[in-house]
């Protein structure tokens, strides 16, 4: 359940947005909302928040493969 639930939060959310942005006008905007368990501060391992923080999108999408 861990897997189905990060391809949802994660892939779920990139998708959806590239689905919509060509879709919105120049004052469009995507609204996402999360749960506090998706905050860097409950990541207790120094070193993968900040790789998180600073991560790009293809490093994000290996670090989930």
Same mark, same amino acid.
């Given at each position: ?23 919105? =006008?120049? =004052? ?6 999360? =749960? =506090? ?19 790009n ?9």
């Open positions: 359940t861990e897997n189905i639930i990060n391809e949802q939060n994660f892939y779920g959310t990139i998708m959806l947005t590239e689905q919509l942005l060509p879709q919105l =006008s120049n =004052s469009g905007k995507i609204i996402t909302l999360g =749960s =506090s368990l998706g905050k860097y501060k409950v990541i207790k391992d120094e070193a993968l928040r900040k790789l998180l923080k600073n991560a999108r293809k490093e994000l999408f290996a670090l989930l493969q």
